[in-house]
T-cell receptor
Framework: GQNIDQPTEMTATEGAIVQINCTYQTSGFNGLFWYQQHAGEAPTFLSYNVLDGLEEKGRFSSFLSRSKGYSYLLLKELQMKDSASYLCAVKDSNYQLIWGAGTKLIIKP | DADVTQTPRNRITKTGKRIMLECSQTKGHDRMYWYRQDPGLGLRLIYYSFDVKDINKGEISDGYSVSRQAQAKFSLSLESAIPNQTALYFC?????????????FGPGTRLTVT
């Protein structure tokens, strides 16, 4: 079967750094996405990795290791507005997205 | 104006009623999707369409049907609503010619079946 695992909830402090992990087992791999979703709102695209390594985009970075079936999203200089759920999704061999349940990130002052 | 719109945004209905959720997009994308989201679960694909004449079942299509009236419009119907179809429903689009097939989401429809 296909499976995406990520922690259910994490807590971090404003101004700090947090790493959200995602492990996956899917039928094929054609890329991995991270999305941000504020409560009751639509998911919005954060990053896309298809090759191993780190992709940096401002305060957010995403890392991929295809051999380990592993990715992480790194958020630096945390702000209160970063309180949201972070969804990991893998594009499988049929180019369909398989979604993790999301990690709820709580930022404390 | 939003690129992907959904109507209605909220709906409360009774068991057994037929419900239609509508999605429109101005992004010019050929691919459209319907998902449902439940607390503690990931987004689950109900149906997807790669063009007007191409409709495919997703992971959880039972109890749902869709219609792709035009490239820009994709409707989801619940033929006879039941309480466990209470969920947040999202429409999404992607560009089949794009490199990443990144999906763009509508604002969602919160459906409650009593």
């Amino acid at each position: 079967g296909q499976n995406i695992d990520q922690p259910t909830e994490m807590t971090a402090t404003e101004g700090a750094i947090v790493q959200i992990n995602c492990t996956y087992q899917t039928s094929g791999f054609n890329g991995l996405f991270w999305y941000q979703q504020h409560a009751g709102e639509a998911p919005t695209f954060l990053s896309y990795n298809v090759l191993d390594g780190l992709e940096e985009k401002g305060r957010f970075s995403s890392f991929l290791s295809r051999s380990k079936g592993y990715s992480y999203l790194l958020l630096k200089e945390l702000q209160m507005k970063d309180s949201a759920s972070y969804l990991c999704a893998v594009k499988d061999s049929n180019y369909q997205l398989i979604w993790g349940a999301g990690t709820k990130l709580i930022i404390k002052p | 104006d939003a690129d992907v719109t959904q109507t209605p945004r909220n709906r409360i209905t009774k068991t057994g009623k037929r419900i239609m959720l509508e999605c429109s997009q101005t992004k010019g994308h050929d691919r459209m999707y319907w998902y449902r989201q439940d607390p503690g679960l990931g987004l689950r694909l109900i149906y997807y369409s790669f063009d007007v004449k191409d409709i495919n079942k997703g992971e959880i299509s039972d109890g749902y049907s869709v219609s792709r009236q035009a490239q820009a419009k994709f409707s989801l119907s619940l033929e006879s609503a039941i309480p466990n179809q209470t969920a947040l429903y999202f429409c999404a689009t992607s560009d089949g010619q794009g490199e990443t097939y990144e999906q763009y989401f509508g604002p969602g429809t919160r459906l409650t079946v009593t």
